[in-house]
């Protein structure tokens, strides 16, 4: 058996452990539950989010040896199956060893947020598995440049989201995000509309005057859904001056 083959294998073995560890802990109710709520077409076995954290947990503690490449062999062994729980663990597992991955990986991110079509299983890959990446190879960003305007709302709504966790800590390229999401602000879709909003609201924990600047110089061309959102941990009086002047703009 060759040394890739053994890889395959061993990545093959972890995988069906991680799911006999999900089924014995699934309800067919919760499956139904979530296949609906999510709207996909995936296959659904009813494993909660904290069942599947501590499941990939304790399976991990017990392969601490794994290599960089088993881990991404393991993530595709769990992704290709279709199953919602899995593909959930697979991003787990990529989380838990951000840290592992290299700035060529971020190909592997791209296709995997490409084939998710839901929030459930993007939002974590951008903001905890792209997010980091992108700060320990700030070149990646000429990818997100290329994502921002990419066909795909997955991929632009990834583009924004990656910036989430270092404006949350008052760090992070600002204005690179306002970058993004001003060609954005007009966009019907809802997720591209909510991104936008969390983004300047998780900013505005540490950089408030700066979100509410950059607001209200827009608000005439936001969502009500967006404004909401990026207000929120604004002042009171802040947020009733930027919502009178989203109720006064002209109507169109």
């Known amino acids: 058996m060759s040394l890739m083959t053994q890889k395959e294998a061993r990545a093959e073995g972890i995988a069906v ?5 999900l089924r014995a802990v699934c309800t067919v109710e919760r499956a139904e539950k979530e296949k609906a709520y999510l709207k996909s077409d995936l296959e659904f076995i009813g494993a909660t989010v904290p069942a599947i954290r501590k499941v990939v947990r304790a399976t991990l503690a017990e392969h601490e040896s794994l290599e960089r490449d088993q881990l991404i062999e393991l993530v595709e062994q769990l992704w290709v199956q279709r199953i919602h729980e899995l593909r959930r663990s697979a991003v787990e597992i990529l989380e838990a060893h951000v840290t592992d991955l290299r700035g060529g990986d971020i190909g592997v991110l791209e296709r ?3 084939d998710s ?3 459930a299983l993007v939002d974590n890959l951008a903001a905890c598995v792209v997010g980091p990446l992108l700060e320990r190879h700030p070149d990646l960003e000429r990818e997100m440049d290329r994502w ?3 066909d795909d709302f997955w991929i ?4 924004l989201l990656a910036h989430l966790l270092p404006l949350r800590r008052g760090e992070g390229d600002f204005e690179r995000f306002c970058r993004y999401a001003e060609p954005m602000l007009e966009e019907r879709e809802f997720f591209i509309r ?3 909003g969390w983004v300047l609201r998780e900013t505005s924990r540490k950089r408030p005057e700066m979100v509410a600047v950059w607001v209200e110089d827009r608000v005439g061309r936001m969502a009500g859904l967006t ?3 990026a207000i929120r941990h604004l002042p009171d009086e802040t947020k009733e001056r930027l919502m009178g002047l989203y109720r006064a703009r002209p109507k169109t």
């Not at 452990?17 to 560890?21: G, S």
């Not at 632009?156 to 583009?159: A, E, K, L």
């Open 17 to 21: 452990l991680i799911e006999a560890r």
């Open 112 to 114: 995997l947020i490409r």
């Open 117 to 119: 079509y839901t929030w």
């Open 148 to 150: 921002s305007g990419d």
């Open 156 to 159: 632009r709504r990834s583009s």
């Open 194 to 196: 909510k991104a936008i």
């Open 227 to 229: 404004l909401r959102e």
